[in-house]
């Protein structure tokens, strides 16, 4: 059992994810203490963490993060896992002016999404702005004739549609952009492409290849993204919500709106509703596949390292979550998904699009039917390809085989399973993760004869307010399972190594 550490004693950090000096969503994790610890933690540049009885600081770098003493002594020890801390960053040194006004415009920039550029210093860059006349300043200058030249001839999405990352089309435009902002040579050049393509290009298209590309250059470290559910609400709220929320605006009224989930009493998935309805989940889903897109390159500066394993662990753990909730609500333990069986539970998303399309409903008991780039059988197909790599531990690349039963296969299995850009074999393996996530989107219209739009299972700011999220992905977990229960047992040397 942990001892509780005195005040004024260093903490060891067990967590990586524990202490961050970047502003991210989610920045909690255990620090756990004892008399033995010395001064040195192991965690990006953190120097030494103390308890005082005021605070409790971990000093970086970059910033100093700042925590109560007394409210982690009175409510957060627990002596099985040591202390729970919340990140809360703050500079070390006063902002200056020229970072505030790089924040102030970033906030600008994101206000209004689906309206034109309104703050007149934003619209002065816009009109002054040519990316033609600076193709010096940027690191893929191929990639800035190609956007230019494609918004010219009308051949990017439209502002008006609906932008869905699945879609090869919709992704190769973004993709595109990406290279754009990311390539550019410095945050000048960055920003003011940012502000050239935003009123040219689909509203959410520019919305995610802003962030990406935001959340990775080093230098727009410490820049704060306005929180998704506030840049785009219609995408995390029912629509009842967002026009009720429109008329206390319009009649400036103080109002009170109740947060009212999907369905009713007579069904009982709508018990464990306020789970995969709820804002922070969506959003940590969101943020998590613009932190690790599955579309990245290994050209990129930024090694995406073990990402294929992070894609099963983090949805490992919300299926895990999800079961213990419905444990909670009488309910059983969620059924893995079977292309070959009807899709029990319905879904009313009861949302809206920003260009007024309603998410379509999907009915109870309905068949999983073919795309016309995808059929059924060909996911079957795909999957028997990846039991047998795993039950064998041998995967067949393009010009070989590769190990599977080693340190690093569990992540070469996420990167095929999802399947990112580093899948070793996509043809031969297919995209089991990602062509599930549309056949689940445009069930109720898979042949696209009706024009319904894209289900919330298309977007990951959406989809796990459907239930058949989390038995896609207990189907997926079990795939992973098995290649652990596959897996020879730990020798002594690897145990006291690790």
Same mark, same amino acid.
């Given at each position: %059992?942990?001892?509780?550490?005195?005040?004024?004693?260093?903490?060891?950090?067990?967590?990586?994810?524990?202490?961050?000096?970047?502003?991210?969503?989610?920045?909690?994790?255990?620090?756990?203490?004892?008399?033995?610890?010395? #001064?040195?933690?192991?965690?990006?540049?953190?120097?030494?963490?103390?308890?005082?009885?005021?605070?409790?600081?971990?000093?970086?770098?970059?910033?100093?993060?700042?925590?109560?003493?007394?409210?982690?002594?009175?409510?957060?020890?627990?002596?099985?896992?040591?202390?729970?801390?919340?990140?809360?960053?703050?500079?070390?040194?006063?902002?200056?002016?020229?970072?505030?006004?790089?924040?102030?415009?970033?906030?600008?920039?994101?206000?209004?999404?689906?309206?034109?550029?309104?703050?007149?210093?934003?619209?002065?860059?816009?009109?002054?702005?040519?990316?033609? #006349?600076?193709?010096? @300043?940027? @690191?893929?200058?191929?990639?800035?004739?190609?956007?230019?030249?494609?918004?010219d001839?009308?051949?990017?999405?439209?502002?008006?549609?609906?932008?869905?990352?699945?879609?090869?089309?919709?992704?190769?435009?973004?993709?595109?952009?990406?290279?754009?902002?990311?390539?550019?040579k410095?945050?000048?050049?960055?920003?003011?492409?940012?502000?050239?393509?935003?009123?040219?290009?689909?509203p959410?298209?520019?919305?995610?290849?802003?962030?990406?590309?935001?959340?990775?250059?080093? $230098?727009?470290?410490?820049?704060?993204?306005?929180?998704?559910?506030?840049?785009?609400?219609?995408?995390?709220?029912?629509?009842?919500?967002?026009?009720?929320?429109?008329?206390?605006?319009?009649?400036?009224s103080?109002?009170?709106?109740?947060?009212?989930f999907?369905?009713?009493?007579?069904?009982?998935?709508?018990?464990?509703?306020?789970?995969g309805?709820?804002?922070?989940?969506?959003?940590h889903?969101?943020?998590?596949?613009?932190?690790?897109?599955?579309?990245?390159?290994?050209?990129?500066?930024?090694?995406?390292?073990?990402?294929?394993e992070?894609?099963?662990? %983090?949805?490992?753990?919300?299926?895990?979550?999800?079961?213990?909730?419905?444990?909670? @609500?009488?309910?059983?333990?969620?059924?893995?998904?079977?292309?070959?069986?009807?899709?029990?539970?319905?879904?009313?998303?009861?949302?809206?699009?920003?260009?007024?399309?309603?998410?379509?409903?999907?009915?109870?008991?309905?068949?999983?039917?073919?795309?016309?780039w995808?059929?059924?059988?060909e %996911?079957?197909?795909f999957?028997?390809?990846?039991?047998?790599?795993?039950?064998?531990?041998?995967?067949?690349?393009?010009?070989?085989v590769?190990?599977? !039963?080693?340190?690093?296969?569990?992540?070469?299995?996420?990167?095929?399973?999802?399947?990112?850009? !580093?899948?070793?074999?996509?043809?031969?393996?297919?995209?089991?993760?990602?062509?599930?996530?549309?056949?689940?989107?445009?069930v109720? $219209?898979?042949?696209?004869?009706?024009?319904?739009?894209?289900?919330?299972?298309?977007?990951?700011?959406?989809?796990?307010?459907?239930?058949?999220?989390?038995?896609l992905?207990?189907?997926i977990?079990?795939?992973?399972?098995?290649?652990? $229960?596959?897996?020879?047992?730990?020798?002594?040397?690897?145990?006291?190594?690790?």
């Amino acid at each position: %059992m942990a001892r509780e550490p005195a005040f004024g004693q260093p903490l060891r950090v067990t967590s990586s994810s524990c202490l961050r000096p970047v502003y991210r969503p989610v920045d909690i994790g255990h620090c756990v203490g004892d008399s033995s610890t010395s #001064n040195q933690c192991l965690v990006g540049d953190l120097k030494t963490v103390y308890i005082t009885r005021q605070v409790l600081t971990a000093d970086y770098s970059e910033a100093i993060l700042t925590f109560s003493g007394p409210d982690i002594v009175a409510n957060r020890y627990n002596h099985e896992i040591g202390w729970t801390v919340a990140a809360r960053p703050v500079l070390r040194r006063r902002p200056d002016e020229k970072f505030l006004k790089k924040q102030l415009l970033v906030l600008k920039l994101l206000r209004h999404i689906s309206e034109p550029i309104q703050d007149a210093e934003l619209h002065s860059i816009k009109s002054s702005y040519d990316p033609i #006349n600076y193709l010096s @300043n940027y @690191n893929c200058p191929d990639c800035v004739r190609s956007l230019v030249r494609d918004l010219d001839q009308g051949m990017f999405l439209h502002r008006e549609e609906i932008f869905s990352l699945f879609d090869p089309v919709h992704r190769r435009q973004m993709v595109t952009l990406f290279e754009a902002l990311y390539g550019a040579k410095d945050y000048d050049t960055f920003f003011s492409t940012a502000v050239y393509f935003r009123d040219r290009v689909n509203p959410r298209q520019f919305l995610y290849a802003f962030s990406v590309a935001l959340l990775h250059r080093k $230098d727009c470290r410490g820049l704060v993204l306005p929180p998704a559910y506030e840049i785009t609400p219609h995408m995390f709220l029912t629509t009842d919500v967002v026009r009720r929320a429109y008329q206390a605006k319009m009649t400036k009224s103080p109002t009170v709106i109740p947060m009212k989930f999907t369905g009713s009493v007579n069904n009982p998935e709508q018990r464990v509703a306020y789970f995969g309805e709820d804002i922070g989940i969506n959003s940590h889903h969101s943020h998590w596949h613009m932190d690790f897109p599955f579309w990245w390159k290994k050209s990129y500066p930024v090694d995406k390292d073990r990402k294929g394993e992070l894609f099963f662990y %983090m949805h490992h753990q919300m299926v895990a979550r999800f079961d213990a909730e419905r444990l909670s @609500n009488n309910l059983p333990m969620v059924e893995p998904l079977d292309f070959s069986q009807k899709i029990v539970e319905g879904f009313a998303p009861g949302a809206m699009y920003h260009n007024g399309q309603e998410f379509p409903v999907r009915p109870d008991n309905i068949m999983f039917g073919d795309l016309p780039w995808r059929s059924v059988h060909e %996911m079957k197909l795909f999957e028997g390809r990846i039991r047998d790599a795993i039950t064998s531990g041998f995967i067949k690349t393009v010009d070989g085989v590769a190990y599977l !039963n080693n340190s690093g296969g569990i992540n070469t299995l996420g990167e095929i399973i999802e399947s990112s850009e !580093n899948s070793i074999n996509r043809a031969f393996y297919g995209q089991l993760h990602n062509d599930a996530h549309v056949l689940l989107s445009k069930v109720t $219209d898979n042949q696209q004869k009706y024009g319904v739009p894209p289900g919330v299972m298309e977007h990951f700011e959406t989809a796990t307010r459907d239930p058949a999220f989390f038995r896609l992905h207990k189907h997926i977990d079990n795939l992973f399972k098995l290649h652990k $229960d596959l897996l020879p047992p730990y020798s002594r040397d690897e145990v006291s190594q690790g």
